[in-house]
């Protein structure tokens, strides 16, 4: 029995477990990315970049472990590369320093703090931008999109050789071909292409100040109270999202695939299911998905 649940969603795998406050890890095998690290994921142990929203240890706390199996698998030519809020990097160098001592074995990551609207280009043409999220630690959410050129309207039809002339004239620093900057104009337009986004432990307003969020091909969001057993105004003093403040955003939402994870125990799986069924799937449709365990699991959460 599988201990994961892996959810195929076009051109990208999810696969991992989220229960709110206890664990959220995940694994995008296809952008060779993991998403958080509150349980160390065998099958990711060998990914090359970690995104961390935030040091709260059902996101952080299994990393040491998850290292010592990279160690293990021979991962790594390089350390994991570990993207986090700025703030984050010391204490994280600091405490696998001291676990690296214990473990006589170096826990290496390559911790590169970030701030809310910062880029890294993952792989050529393929960026990330960190997104703002409110949590009462520093948080980020993560927006993975595609950088693509397209030719301008009004030079489609030229020759290839008069296009690459114009490139050539775009990228020369200076020189006689330049216009008034030095540079010529570029004969492309470029146009972003979400393609994932990762909210969680955040107040919904993260989701209203992304819009570029909400069009991803994958939205990955939080929902971590369902019902009035723990109503709005205890998710907002944790800065967490309920579904009553999810649904009315539901409508606005365009993401091919919508994952909703991150919720707490005092729901059952089932229960879970049933409730978001029921205010979501009117306006998502078929492109609603719940991380939840697998079926064979009963209604048990996975650990
Ligand atoms: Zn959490
Ligand atoms: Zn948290």
């Known amino acids: 029995m599988s201990l994961v649940t892996e959810l195929r969603l076009g051109r990208l795998t999810v696969r991992g477990a989220s229960l709110g406050g206890l664990y959220t890890a995940l694994h995008v095998p296809e952008l060779d990315l993991l998403l958080d690290a509150g349980l160390p994921l065998r099958g990711g142990a060998t990914a090359r970049r ?55 074995w170096p826990l290496d990551v390559t911790a ?16 990330l931008r960190a997104l703002p999220a409110y949590h009462p630690v520093p948080t980020l959410g993560y ?40 540079r010529a104009e570029s004969p492309f337009d470029v146009e972003e292409r979400p393609l994932l986004a990762y909210l969680t432990d955040t107040l919904p307003e993260a989701l209203k100040r992304s819009p570029a969020a909400m069009r991803a091909r994958v939205l990955i969001l939080e929902c971590t109270f369902l019902n009035d057993v ?19 955003l539901a409508p ?17 799986p089932s229960e879970v299911r049933a409730l ?21 699991q009963g209604d048990r959460w996975w650990l």
């Open 143 to 182: 927006l993975v999109f595609e950088r693509v050129e397209k030719l301008k309207p009004h030079l489609r039809g030229l020759p290839a050789e008069e296009i690459k002339a114009l490139k050539r004239a775009a990228s020369a620093e200076g020189g006689a071909e330049g216009g008034a900057e030095g």
């Open 112 to 127: 590169r703090p970030l701030d809310a609207g910062d880029e890294v280009e993952l792989r050529p043409g393929l960026w």
């Open 50 to 104: 970690l995104l961390l929203t935030h040091a709260h240890l059902d996101h952080l706390g299994a990393l040491p472990a998850l290292l010592g199996m990279r160690g293990m698998m021979g991962g790594g030519d390089k350390p994991l590369e570990v993207l986090c809020p700025r703030g984050v990097e010391g204490g994280l160098r600091e405490s696998l320093r001291h676990l690296s001592a214990l473990h006589a």
């Open 230 to 248: 723990k109503p709005v105004r205890v998710a907002r003093a944790g800065c967490h999202i309920h579904l009553d403040e999810l649904e009315p």
């Open 252 to 268: 606005l939402i365009e993401a091919e695939a919508v994952v909703l994870m991150h919720f707490s125990q005092i729901h059952k």
């Open 276 to 296: 978001c069924e029921a205010r979501l799937r009117p306006h998502l449709g078929a492109r609603l998905h719940l991380l939840l365990p697998p079926p064979e």
